[in-house]
């Protein structure tokens, strides 16, 4: 399929119901690492223990340490341009929600209300022990006091609501993503290859109702061939949605 921002944004402008799925291209723009680029946490020797939720309960300083600067400190970033035309999407009455594959809690930063994040989040962490919830600002200032480990008044140990391997989705999150997929005239993929399952699969459901899907990302993927629109550079689809 060829390279058609203007197609894309023909689609975008004629659709009522504006589903928006968001991956790591997205985030890269903001100047934060892809966990499965080149430089990216899977590359590390032991990055299949950093979020395994066996090796978290047996040694957590394995995550806390490798992810000190790569979780925590995305509090440095602000919002891109894509998450920005996305806010400026759902002020206009067109998008109804954002399908995320990211865990950088920039589409809140920028402003925008109905956000699933189908692989958890570490706006809370919740102890392993007793259930007890801290933010994500709470926990930054732990680790920024010093500690090793984000440890709880009764010994056991913060976890983020990030979605670990070993455990299931988060069941609200992504119910609620299959029922915007569903419900939307239009899918926005924005910035994913559509490889990791089962958030890859959620497209198919958009077109199974009868809706279309647009697709703007660097690299191909599965569903280049069914949609109604493709085109690879984010940047430019920001700004025409901003202009």
Request: with cysteine.
């Amino acid at each position: 399929m060829k390279n058609d921002m203007d197609k894309v944004m023909e689609l975008v402008v004629g659709a009522k119901k504006v589903v928006a799925m968001t991956g790591a291209g997205v985030s890269t723009l903001c100047g934060i690492p892809d966990f499965r680029g080149p430089q990216g946490l899977y590359r590390q020797a032991d990055a299949e223990r950093i979020f395994d939720i066996d090796w978290f309960d047996r040694d957590p300083r394995i995550y806390y340490n490798g992810c000190r600067e790569l979780v925590y400190g995305l509090k440095g970033y602000e919002p891109g341009p894509v998450h920005k035309a996305l806010k400026k999407l759902e002020d206009d009455g067109r998008l109804i929600g954002i399908i995320t594959q990211n865990i950088d809690m920039l589409h809140q930063k920028a402003g925008s209300t109905n956000v699933w994040e189908v692989h958890g989040s570490p706006i809370l962490h919740h102890c392993r022990r007793c259930g007890a919830e801290k933010t994500f600002a709470e926990i930054c200032a732990m680790l920024e006091a010093g500690d090793e480990v984000a440890r709880c008044k009764c010994g056991g140990v913060f976890k983020p609501d990030i979605t670990f391997f070993g455990e299931a989705l988060p069941e609200a999150a992504f119910t609620n993503a299959q029922e915007a997929a569903l419900e939307a005239d239009l899918m926005l993929v924005l910035g994913t290859s559509l490889t990791v399952y089962p958030a890859a699969g959620l497209p198919s459901l958009t077109l199974r109702a009868g809706g279309k899907v647009a697709i703007v990302n660097g690299q191909p993927t599965q569903l280049d061939d069914r949609a109604s629109a493709r085109a690879d550079d984010l940047a430019a689809f920001a700004a025409a949605v901003l202009s």
